[in-house]
Nanobody, 118 residues
């Protein structure tokens, strides 16, 4: 499985940014696609995930109402729309994939940096 994340950048507080993750290498039926982030000096944390089959979503409380995760089955992409960004959203963002029956993410993409200035 290959995961290619893109879309990061430097923005100001209150701005929006859209991350995209291009997935390839297998059929993602019965898989869950997730976004995680890691800020300097902090542990990696869950941001959001979406089931490939039905598009069911989950969000971390810190991003609920501001971020939206979506997937495009035809393009094999998973996007993270980030609105009303805050300086505390600054982090390296990673996309990852796991099987629906597992809680462990088996495949990870390289990160894309998001920096939010105040």
């Amino acid at each position: 499985v290959q995961l290619q994340a893109s879309g990061g950048g430097l923005v100001q507080a209150g701005d929006s940014l859209r991350l995209s993750c291009a997935a390839s290498g297998r059929t993602f039926t019965n898989h869950v696609m997730g976004w995680f982030r890691q800020a300097p000096g902090k542990e990696r944390e869950f941001v959001a995930d979406i089931t490939w089959n039905l598009g069911s979503t989950n969000y971390a409380d810190s991003v609920k109402g501001r971020f939206t995760i979506s997937r495009d089955k035809a393009k094999n992409t998973v996007d993270l729309q980030m609105n009303t960004l805050k300086p505390e959203d600054t982090a390296e963002y990673y996309c990852a994939v796991r099987r629906s029956a597992s809680r462990h993410y088996n495949w990870w993409g390289q990160g894309t940096q998001v920096t939010v200035s105040s």
